[in-house]
């Protein structure tokens, strides 16, 4: 299973989300990191379960393709995925370029 190209927004008022099940025990997130106001947090939930927050803000960053851990397991099982966009009070986005497993 493969994403690519997939952004997702807050506007304050909502937010937008990526949404699958898959088999792993390992979850990567591979996203743009930018020194932009405008690049906001996403949480990552696994199994209805809140397991990370990963910003796309770096004041270091240049558009930088930055790979995270988001979730290991102890096993390869089923999960249901959840990548949604934290919600602030201005309008904020995420570029994912990918999500890996194993």
Known sequence: NEL???RITSTGESQSAVLFTTRFSSLYIIFESANNIN???MQIYIDN?????????SP????????RLAYRGNSTAFHDVKILMKNKDRKQFINI???GIC
Request: aromatic share 8%; charged share 25%; net charge negative.
């Open 49 to 57: 379960n809140y397991v990370e927050n990963i910003s796309g803000y």
């Open 4 to 6: 690519l190209g997939e």
């Open 39 to 41: 690049c906001g947090e």
């Open 97 to 99: 370029i990918g999500i």
């Open 60 to 67: 270091s960053g240049r558009d930088d393709i930055t790979c």
